[in-house]
């Protein structure tokens, strides 16, 4: 028991007891929930929409396919999934599941989805041991999640789980950026972005630890080892505006 009390791991740049990351990163999006779409497209310039796009064109998602979106938070992704896969057909219809640790977040994202007259089922989990049997899943999908998780090895391995022999697994996240924008973009990250946190949604530190979160995050490289570590194979990724961001994707031999 005292091992696993001395146990740390990163909240950002600070070091925290294991057992408390999961309670300070639910705080930051307790905080940031009823703001969060808005800060998106501040944040992105609106680019955010096309890189989830861009993940759903990468998936190969069909009519019938049943699709998992992990940390799903504003349900961007599950409205776009649900309309490739057809959960409102009435011959072949497929299934998206929303999920999110956060149950702010998965209030918003769920008031979405009736808002937009999907019938999405929505579920409040924790990556790191899903709910759900094994080989359930055409897909599984984390957008900007994983760096918040504790435990990354055991997130990427119950992905694994869950999914059908030939699944997908899309991660897409912020990565490590193109090496001449880096001094750029960590201006706009640690000056700007905080302020923008401050003025938008009253919430100057929970920006400070997204920005200081990214840092912390595997670059492409990294990922994608850990990637083939958790039992993936034929695992590549596509660098997103100069690698800002990432889509990893691996496939459950």
């Excluded at 028991?1 to 999006?29: I, R, S």
């Excluded at 409205?79 to 011959?91: I, Y």
């Excluded at 209030?107 to 080989?135: H, K």
């Excluded at 912020?174 to 973009?185: A, D, G, N, R």
Aim: with cysteine; proline share 3%.
């Amino acid at each position: 028991m005292q091992d696993e009390q001395q146990k740390t791991t990163h909240f950002g740049f600070e070091t925290v007891a294991e057992h408390d990351k999961q309670k300070k990163v639910g705080e930051v999006f307790h905080s940031v929930a009823q703001k969060y779409n808005i800060m998106n497209d501040v944040m992105s310039a609106g680019l955010h929409r096309l890189w989830k796009r861009f993940a759903v064109d990468v998936s190969g998602v069909g009519q019938g396919d049943k699709v998992l979106d992990i940390a799903g938070g504003s349900g961007d992704l599950s409205s776009l999934f649900a309309k490739k896969v057809g959960t409102q057909s009435a011959h072949n219809p497929g299934q998206v599941i929303l999920t999110d640790i956060n149950a702010s977040m998965l209030s918003v994202g769920r008031d979405r989805m009736i808002d937009a007259g999907l019938t999405i089922p929505a579920a409040q989990c924790n990556a790191e041991t899903l709910p759900f049997a094994d080989e359930s899943f055409h897909c599984v999908i984390v957008a900007f999640g994983l760096r918040n998780m504790t435990h990354k090895d055991n997130a990427l391995r119950e992905m694994h789980r869950v999914l059908k022999p030939g699944g997908r697994l899309l991660v897409l996240e912020f990565s490590k950026v193109w090496q001449p924008l880096e001094k750029l973009y960590d201006t706009y990250s640690f000056k700007l972005l905080p302020k923008l946190g401050k003025w938008i949604a009253n919430d100057e530190p929970s920006y400070r630890y997204l920005a200081e979160s990214i840092r912390m995050h595997p670059d492409q490289e990294t990922l994608k080892q850990m990637m083939h570590d958790a039992g993936f194979g034929k695992v590549d990724y596509y660098n997103l505006t100069a690698g800002v961001v990432a889509l990893h994707k691996g496939i459950k031999l």
